[in-house]
């Protein structure tokens, strides 16, 4: 099992415990190409990969090729926005499912869930991943209840 998700704080207790006990991921990956870009960053990032799972940031177009190597491995990817899940999408990685687990609010974001807020590029986002076959789910924690993308729709509208 994998899990490709959009989480602004990207790895963090969630990610690592939450769904890394669920998954028991090889590898816990942020696709970011900013982060990727900063050694140092980067760096503080992975602290919070837990040991005898292996790190990695690289840049979202990148995905396809350092996971290409790894085939059979499970992992955990985490995206920072929907957008870049999208873009991941574009540069040729196939992925069906994708958890929306955290976005916060910042001006003009729109609450959906108490943890997931958005802007209106992201349900234009949301909607090309769904014509493309991308099943988009919003769930922060295994044990919790997911939504399906009609339920953020939907919240969406009103």
């Given at each position: 099992m994998?899990l490709?998700r959009?989480?602004d704080r990207l790895i963090?207790?969630?990610?690592?415990?939450?769904?890394?006990?669920?998954?028991?991921?090889e590898?816990m990956i942020?696709?970011?190409?900013?982060i990727?870009?900063?050694p140092?960053t980067s760096?503080?990032?992975?602290l919070?990969v837990p040991?005898?799972?292996?790190?990695a940031?690289?840049?979202?177009?990148?995905?396809?090729?350092y996971l290409?190597k790894?085939e059979?491995?499970?992992?955990?990817?985490?995206l920072?926005?929907?957008?870049?899940?999208?873009?991941l999408?574009d540069?040729?990685?196939?992925?069906t499912?994708?958890n929306i687990?955290?976005?916060h609010d910042?001006?003009g974001r729109?609450?959906?869930i108490?943890?997931?807020?958005?802007?209106e590029e992201?349900?234009?986002a949301?909607?090309e991943?769904?014509?493309?076959?991308?099943?988009v789910t919003?769930?922060?924690l295994?044990?919790?209840r997911?939504y399906?993308?009609?339920?953020?729709?939907?919240k969406?509208?009103f």
């Amino acid at each position: 099992m994998n899990l490709i998700r959009v989480d602004d704080r990207l790895i963090h207790g969630q990610v690592s415990v939450g769904w890394g006990t669920r998954i028991n991921p090889e590898y816990m990956i942020i696709a970011n190409d900013e982060i990727a870009s900063d050694p140092g960053t980067s760096e503080l990032y992975l602290l919070g990969v837990p040991d005898g799972v292996k790190g990695a940031v690289i840049p979202v177009s990148e995905v396809k090729n350092y996971l290409g190597k790894a085939e059979k491995a499970s992992y955990i990817l985490v995206l920072s926005s929907i957008q870049d899940a999208l873009r991941l999408l574009d540069s040729g990685f196939g992925f069906t499912g994708l958890n929306i687990g955290g976005i916060h609010d910042s001006e003009g974001r729109k609450e959906i869930i108490h943890y997931v807020f958005l802007f209106e590029e992201d349900i234009k986002a949301i909607e090309e991943l769904m014509k493309r076959g991308v099943k988009v789910t919003v769930q922060d924690l295994p044990a919790n209840r997911k939504y399906d993308a009609e339920y953020i729709l939907n919240k969406w509208k009103f």
